[in-house]
């Protein structure tokens, strides 16, 4: 892979970082596909348990690359020999798929936002479970600058859930461009840090949810997701009571009890 980079910053942690700094990490039909191979494939990954996603450079995403030389029919899958109308259409639905792969992966994914994250680029970030960002961070739903509508790869969807409706009516309609401090008075970021701090405190995040075990945590992650669309508090009780009955027979309940009454942290089996 060029345009995406790996590393193991931990045991279970990992870091993946969008590589395209001298465009501030703009979203290209390479950026994109290998993307889409790392959020699909670590679903299949029994090593890995969090996904720090960040950017290289002064960019976490400046969305997509309006200025891409490769874009046109045969660069994304599916689309040899198409018209224009096909293609960018297909186009739009590959972007979308590593929206939903990403806030589909059954690994927590916490953006570190090192910069600009506008457009495609506040998308990434909003399909995340966390998202904390560096001082130098930057948002806005700036597809409305283009001509079109702000409603766009899971923002309409996500952002209204994340800030509130108003809020978000509000951001999408004007496009403006906002600062951290802002996002973090929104709820769009749940901390803001200093460039330094940014990857060490995902770290940090990453291994305070490693303390827990990997059913609390993979079922909390579909929990949440599955119950951000419940359509009463009783479904979303349904959802957890059967959820809650399973993890007891996972065996992590009773080795928590052992661990308190010994005063040890737990150690907890593997699914």
Same mark, same amino acid.
């Given at each position: ?93 590959? !972007? %979308?798929?590593? +929206? =939903?792969?990403?806030? $589909? ?10 910069? #600009? ?87 940090? !995040? %990453?291994?305070? +949810? =490693?303390?827990?075990? $990997? ?10 997701? #599955? ?45």
């Amino acid at each position: 892979m060029k345009t995406v980079l790996r590393r193991q910053l931990a045991e279970g942690v990992i870091e993946v970082s969008l590589n395209r700094p001298d465009r501030l990490n703009a979203l290209n039909e390479n950026l994109i596909g290998e993307l889409l191979a790392v959020f699909r494939g670590l679903n299949n990954d029994r090593e890995t348990r969090v996904v720090i996603l960040t950017g290289r450079g002064k960019g976490f995403c400046a969305g997509a690359d309006l200025k891409s030389s490769g874009s046109r029919p045969g660069s994304v899958p599916g689309t040899e020999g198409m018209g224009q109308l096909g293609y960018v259409y297909k186009y739009q639905e590959y !972007l %979308a798929e590593l +929206i =939903l792969a990403i806030q $589909e992966c059954d690994k927590p994914v916490i953006a570190a936002i090192n910069g #600009a994250a506008v457009g495609g680029g506040m998308a990434l970030a909003l399909a995340c479970d966390i998202r904390i960002t560096a001082e130098a961070g930057k948002f806005g739903a700036v597809f409305i600058k283009t001509g079109l509508s702000s409603c766009d790869v899971g923002t309409s969807y996500l952002l209204p859930r994340i800030v509130g409706v108003s809020a978000a009516t509000e951001l999408m309609l004007t496009g403006r461009i906002f600062p951290a401090p802002e996002a973090r008075e929104l709820g769009l970021v749940s901390r803001v840090v200093s460039a330094d701090e940014l990857i060490p405190e995902a770290t940090r !995040l %990453a291994q305070m +949810i =490693l303390e827990n075990s $990997e059913y609390g945590v993979w079922m909390t992650k579909k929990g949440i997701r #599955a119950n951000q669309d419940a359509p009463s508090l009783r479904h979303a009780m349904e959802l957890e009571n059967r959820t809650q009955v399973l993890g007891y027979f996972s065996g992590c309940m009773e080795e928590s009890m052992r661990a308190f009454q010994e005063g040890r942290a737990p150690v907890w089996s593997k699914l």
